[in-house]
């Protein structure tokens, strides 16, 4: 079965540009979340989506992130205008049940 | 606010030994709680889970809960020094499919 995929893997843009980040979940997995994890800290929902419809977007700052998932499968997550403490990583993970979250590699952003 | 804490370490555990890591957690509608095991530059990858007061075990891991005083811990029998990496305890509140709330992590390092 083949794992969450992510890309890219790498990003590094300067303040004010926007970036976007791309995820494939495990086939059939209804649930998909992004997580920020900023370097020393534990990972931070910020989405999460159960088919394509939103659950919980409470610590997504909405004025500059922005997410979709279409149909159910891919997401998408961006960052308009970025800036310099939006520099971390990506997480994007899926569950099937809402029990075991399995995540992606994850980008790897820096933001200058 | 939900909130987790864990003691960021290092942890520092001599090979062969008992590693003993411990989380505390704020919200007391938590229901499931987590153990993430991630290595340097790589994503989050479970461990275990808890749902109920007292033990679990799984292999050379033990997970224990104690809802009464809001406390979570993961033993590690037999340390290996491929058990050294960040250990990051989560909670969720839901009935599962909820997004989760991690601590910062414990650095643990198993000393050959």
């Known amino acids: 079965e083949a794992g969450v995929a992510q890309s890219p893997r790498y990003k590094i843009i300067e303040k004010r540009q926007s970036v976007a980040f791309w995820c494939n979940p495990i086939?059939?997995?209804?649930?998909l979340y992004w997580y920020q994890q900023i370097l020393g800290q534990g990972p931070k929902l910020l989405i999460q989506f159960q088919n394509n419809g939103v659950v919980d977007d409470s610590q997504l700052p909405k004025d500059r992130f922005s997410a979709e998932r279409l149909k159910g499968v891919d997401s998408t997550l961006k960052i308009q205008p970025a800036k310099l403490e939006d520099s971390a990583v990506y997480l994007c993970?899926?569950?099937?049940?809402?029990?075991?979250?399995?995540f992606g590699p994850g980008t790897r952003l820096t933001v200058t | 606010q939900k909130e987790v804490e864990q003691n960021s370490g290092p942890l520092s555990v001599p090979e062969g030994a008992i590693a003993s890591l411990n989380c505390t957690y704020s919200d007391r509608g938590s229901q499931s709680f987590f153990w993430y095991r991630q290595y340097s530059g790589k994503s989050p990858e479970l461990i275990m889970f808890i749902y109920s007061n007292g033990d679990k075990e799984d292999g050379r891991f033990t997970a224990q809960l104690n809802k009464a005083s809001q406390y979570v811990s993961l033993l590690i029998r037999d340390s290996q020094p491929s058990d050294s990496a960040t250990y990051l305890c989560?909670?969720?509140?839901?009935?599962?499919?909820?997004?989760?709330?991690f601590g910062k992590g414990t650095h643990l390092i198993i000393q050959p």
């Open positions: 993970a899926s569950s099937l049940a809402g029990i075991e979250q399995y």
């Open positions: 086939s059939g997995h209804a649930t």
């Open positions: 989560a909670v969720n509140s839901g009935g599962g499919a909820d997004g989760l709330t």
